[in-house]
């Protein structure tokens, strides 16, 4: 299965460049693509520094791509409750991903610096 890279994605959501829309059509057209999470991390970023999107937008985005036959993600049971976190809690998605992976991995509790992620459970203040 062929993968997608951040850029694609996020030409995909965003529709800003014709010409790159067009392609990355294309190749979702020839089927589904593959999405790291190292991917889903990059397009939030993405989206909140480099577009300015809001959490509730990129909330929907978030829904839509774990929903999309067309993409396959790489642990889009991680990316859904790091999401459910998100929407309730403080700290980045990318946090709540980490503590999510790392929970899923077995590994607890997750020790962190950040004080708004520390609140989550499974999460410890050091």
Do not use: C
């Not at 790489?74 to 998100?86: C, F, G, M, N, T």
């Amino acid at each position: 299965m062929r993968a997608a890279d951040t850029n694609v994605l996020i030409r995909l959501i965003e529709q800003d460049d014709p010409a790159q829309l067009a392609l990355a059509e294309s190749a979702v057209a020839e089927g589904p693509l593959w999405v790291s999470l190292l991917v889903i991390l990059e397009m939030v970023w993405v989206l909140e520094a480099g577009y300015g999107r809001s959490k509730p937008e990129i909330t929907r985005v978030l829904d839509i791509l774990t929903s999309n036959r067309d993409l396959v993600l790489e642990a889009p049971e991680l990316v859904r409750a790091a999401l459910d976190l998100w929407g309730k809690g403080t700290a980045d998605f990318s946090d709540y991903l980490i503590l999510e992976a790392t929970r899923a991995a077995g590994h607890s509790p997750l020790l962190t610096f950040d004080k708004r992620l520390a609140k989550a459970s499974g999460a410890q203040k050091v």
